[in-house]
């Protein structure tokens, strides 16, 4: 059987299902963080509201100041002083000059600010050793943010400083994408719940790849509707799958894909609703199957914990970022030097995980040597996933390769 490329297979899916945005609700900028915008963020008033100090001195006329110098200093009588959230009050005429503070309002009359490392202090004079030019050493009003001007961007992913950012504009409240809601069941006679030795003996497996999944999902912006283990019986799996489309909008469903015996879940997805894609040219994952049921896109993930973290990621995690409008996933990458020869599988697309070091100022990427797609401590210890295409045998050693980042990278 001739299995498809990534790209065949989702767009393939995409044409059976019909992926609706999220409606849009309102969130305190305390719930804000990592939601996505639902419209456009238009700025309610200037930032900063009044043109402000840019450093501690004194507020002129730029006009009174120009031919000041270390051998003529200008001599200003000060009037007053400037303090954040305590501005002057009065009108500063020329021959005048007020104290001022970084970040406070400017006096009205003034159009500069003369550093204080310029300036000399006695009584209430002050010698001015330095010429400004209007505006100089000014933040001006709007400088920052203009009243009307599109601040952040519908399907903006909201990060701190977006949040501070609202905050300072008075913006309390914020238009985000409904979280998609996925629904998530492993399947599997051997699976349970919690760790138990006696039970691990007998030959039965802890289910991780449930939470590992529901994490990958909230993290992704989506809300984890979580079903739990389901045995390997054909009637369960398909009340499962039909309960669960009463209340997701995706169906992601974890082991049981495969062609064993007890591997059904491909054969009740097509009685009940369109098995779409069978299998993908992908290493880890290659089991993984599409399908849609009254309407809802099902995702069938593989067992083993590295290939449904891979499927996962190629499959379900594009359909999340459409339903919250999300148009382009920004991935970090970091170029490195193999550090030796890699073979890759011609005709599949195959994810390596991989350790980054630094060597003389170069970062070398080293494939982890246990890398079976059972070995979920390898997804822990990898920095990160090389890819070699389908069309490609392999990478020599010392080749300059790109790397998806799965941490931050330090030594």
């Known amino acids: 059987m001739k299995l498809m490329k990534v790209e065949e297979a989702l767009q393939l899916f995409l044409k059976h299902v019909k992926i609706k945005e999220t409606e849009i609700e309102y969130v305190s900028l305390n719930e804000a963080l990592h939601r996505v915008l639902g419209e456009d963020i238009i700025s309610p008033t200037d930032l900063p509201p009044f043109d402000r100090a840019a450093m501690d001195g004194f507020a002129v006329k730029s006009t009174d100041t120009f031919g000041a110098s270390e051998l003529s200093p200008v001599e200003l009588k000060i009037i007053g ?10 009108v500063l005429e020329s021959g005048c000059a007020v104290r001022i503070d970084t970040g406070a309002k400017i006096p009205d009359g003034a159009d500069a600010v003369v550093p204080k490392e310029y300036t000399k202090e006695f009584d209430d004079r002050v010698l001015i050793f330095k010429s400004v030019v209007p505006f100089e050493n000014t933040a001006k009003k709007g400088e920052d943010v203009k009243r009307g001007e599109i601040i952040l961007h519908k399907g903006k992913i909201l990060e701190p400083y977006d949040i501070a950012l609202l905050k300072a504009l008075g913006i309390s409240q914020v238009p985000v994408k409904k979280k998609p809601k996925i629904a998530v069941f492993s399947i599997g006679n051997e699976l349970i719940e919690e760790f138990n030795p006696k039970l691990l003996e007998e030959g039965k497996i802890v289910d991780t790849n449930r939470i590992m999944i529901c994490s990958l999902i909230k993290e992704n912006g989506g ?12 009637n369960e799996i398909r009340n499962a799958l039909i309960k669960s489309t009463n209340f997701a909008d995706i169906i992601c ?23 779409i894609v069978r299998g993908v040219a992908i290493q880890p994952g290659k089991p993984v199957s599409l399908g849609v049921i009254n309407g809802k896109p099902v995702v069938c993930l593989p067992g083993f914990p590295v290939s449904a973290f891979i499927a996962y990621c190629l499959f379900v995690k594009p359909l999340i970022f459409k339903m919250l409008g999300i148009k382009r996933e920004y991935q970090m990458t970091v170029k490195g030097k193999l550090s030796r020869r890699l073979p890759g599988r011609l005709g599949r697309r195959v994810f390596v995980r991989v350790k980054l070091k630094t060597r003389d100022g170069d970062i070398i990427v080293e494939p982890l040597k246990t890398s079976g797609a059972g070995v979920l401590s390898s997804l822990c210890k990898a920095d990160g996933i090389l890819i070699i295409p389908e069309n490609l045998e392999g990478f020599e050693k010392g080749f300059d390769v790109d790397v998806i980042t799965l941490k931050d990278f330090h030594e």
Do not use: H, M, Q, Y
């Open 81 to 90: 002083e400037s303090e954040i959230g305590r501005p002057f009050k009065g």
């Open 223 to 234: 809300e984890c509707i979580d079903f739990g283990i389901i045995p390997d019986d054909s």
């Open 253 to 275: 469903t974890i082991g049981g894909i495969s062609i064993g015996k007890r591997d059904f879940v491909a054969k009740v997805v097509n009685e009940i609703g369109t098995l």
